[in-house]
């Protein structure tokens, strides 16, 4: 059975920073796509970090490139997401993911991921 577990969420200051775990329970890690997404209240989720397991490679949408890490510890099955120099904007409901099957090439369309953690809150005040 696959469970997907995030922590890390909280409150912060802006400017502040986070760091997110998604702790995966699943047969195969290797040669997965794991992405994290939010949702903020009246808005559609969004993709903002994935990572390929397999060959590392990584994306980010365009509003946190440069402020956070998608990063993987293989060995404990767990990727993270370092969120830096955190803005009110970022404030959301932020999930893992994971894709079904072969994934080598790292995607951030929610339409591409089978399998969905129950979220972990991120408030940012100004």
């Known amino acids: 059975q696959v469970q997907l577990v995030e922590s890390g969420g909280g409150s912060v200051q802006a400017g502040g920073s986070l760091r997110l775990t998604c702790a995966l329970s699943?047969?195969?890690?290797?040669?997965?796509?794991v992405g994290w997404f939010r949702q903020a209240p009246g808005y559609d989720r969004e993709g903002v970090a994935s990572?390929?397991?397999?060959?590392?490679?990584?994306v980010y949408a365009d509003s946190v490139k440069g402020r956070f890490t998608i990063s993987q510890d293989s060995s404990k099955r767990t990727v993270y997401l370092q969120m830096n120099n955190l803005k009110p904007e970022d404030a959301a409901m932020y999930y893992c993911?994971?894709?079904?099957?072969?994934?080598?090439?790292?995607?951030?369309?929610?339409?591409?991921?089978?399998?969905w953690g129950q979220g972990t809150q991120v408030t940012v005040s100004s």
């Open positions: 993911a994971l894709t079904r099957g072969f994934c080598n090439v790292p995607l951030l369309a929610v339409s591409q991921y089978t399998y």
């Open positions: 990572l390929s397991t397999g060959n590392g490679g990584t």
């Open positions: 699943i047969y195969t890690y290797s040669s997965t796509c």
